[in-house]
């Protein structure tokens, strides 16, 4: 056969046909991609029952809020408050940015009775929903010990969910040669993992526990709760209960539940969460100071790390988080763990004819520790 300069093989007959000219590689257009669990990183404990539990403790509360207005809000000196037990005798107390300061003589029922103009300072007016703030207990010389006070540690827990899919190849298929795939049996277990861990990102955003029987049988099916479901402390919309309005998300509604998130709990959030509308929203908060020279060869328009006055976040761009939300997290108090000996793997079938077949399967949980010290904003424009 002459050179043609063409890649040619013979069927049996007088023509050439032309070979399929296909890359060594199957391209897979679908997103598979799992950015949350990358940042979360591998857990570093492994769950050792469907349902993962773990204790956590708060510090005895030092402050309080008033119930209602004094007679006299500037000379009374017996003061209703909503938990009295958080007090002792001899505690210095503010209202919340007032000069004056107070001092605790006696704690009733309802009530603390305190000296007014303490220290020397002025008389300011009180009133009903005014946050009081234990600033410290003075001591007296030699005096006996006070009665031991605790907080009691609280059991949380989640439950764990089982992910698989099947893979079936027919026997021909396996022995038959194909493009770009050197065997199609562990082709399709790769492809149903990055189906499964694109899955669990999904459910360890959104998912949500069962209301009846969360522990499933085999009749119901064992779901773990998700971050957002979970977040009840540190939930923000805007212009409800003194968040900034407005439907667009900018730097004054961030920064207000950034500071939110730092005044009620001890979280340093480190991760946002965002979909990628809030994100170009993200990209554009510097957009009008940004400057360049006729020599840049490059136009940057993200931002991929915010740092605020209440700590650094990574931006994390999720397809799975929901296009309203803002979520915020304290990675370093959440991790995905496996039950132990249950973390993503292949396990053969029985085959019943002319096939293989197997179940990639994982069972995974979410531990959120501290909600409190985690937030999400919701109700955020969707629409340029």
């Not at 979970?230 to 004054?252: C, H, I, W, Y």
Request: glycine share 8%.
């Amino acid at each position: 056969m002459p050179f043609t300069g063409k890649a040619t093989y013979t069927a049996g007959t007088t023509l050439p046909e032309i070979a399929e000219d296909v890359s060594d590689l199957v391209s897979i257009i679908s997103p598979f991609e799992t950015p949350l669990l990358d940042a979360l990183g591998d857990p570093q404990v492994e769950a050792r029952s469907t349902h993962h539990e773990w204790l956590e403790d708060t510090l005895l509360p030092n402050t309080d809020v008033v119930q209602t207005t004094p007679e006299n809000p500037e000379t009374d000196t017996e003061i209703e408050v909503a938990n009295p037990g958080r007090f002792r005798v001899g505690d210095q107390v503010r209202c919340e940015d007032s000069e004056e300061l107070l001092l605790v003589t006696e704690i009733g029922e309802g009530a603390i009775t305190v000296v007014r103009e303490y220290g020397g300072t002025e008389a300011e007016p009180i009133a009903a929903g005014d946050a009081l703030l234990i600033l410290g207990n003075a001591a007296l010389e030699g005096q006996d010990a006070d009665a031991a006070r605790f907080t009691v540690r609280s059991r949380r827990g989640n439950w764990t969910q089982i992910f698989s899919k099947t893979v079936m190849v027919a026997g021909s298929e396996l022995a038959v040669r194909h493009l770009s795939v050197a065997d199609e049996l562990d082709f399709q277990k790769a492809k149903a993992l990055r189906e499964l861990l694109r899955d669990v990102e999904n459910t360890v955003l959104n998912g949500a526990a069962a209301d009846s029987d969360p522990q499933g049988s085999d009749a119901v099916r064992r779901t773990m709760a998700g971050i957002i479901p979970q977040l009840a402390t540190n939930r923000f919309v805007p212009g409800a209960g003194g968040f900034p309005s407005g439907g667009d998300l900018d730097e004054p509604k961030l920064n207000a539940a950034l500071r939110l998130i730092w005044e009620r709990s001890s979280g340093q959030v480190d991760l946002i969460v965002v979909n990628g509308y809030q994100k170009r929203r993200i990209s554009q908060f510097g957009a009008g100071s940004r400057a360049y020279s006729p020599a840049d060869p490059r136009f940057t328009s993200q931002v991929s790390i915010y740092e605020s006055d209440f700590g650094v976040q990574r931006v994390v761009l999720s397809r799975w988080a929901p296009r309203d939300a803002v979520v915020l997290l304290d990675s370093s108090r959440i991790q995905v763990p496996p039950l132990a000996g249950r973390s993503f793997h292949y396990r053969p079938l029985a085959s019943t004819g002319d096939f293989e077949r197997g179940q990639v399967l994982g069972e995974y949980t979410l531990e959120l520790r501290n909600e409190a010290a985690h937030g999400i904003i919701r109700g955020l424009s969707t629409t340029s």
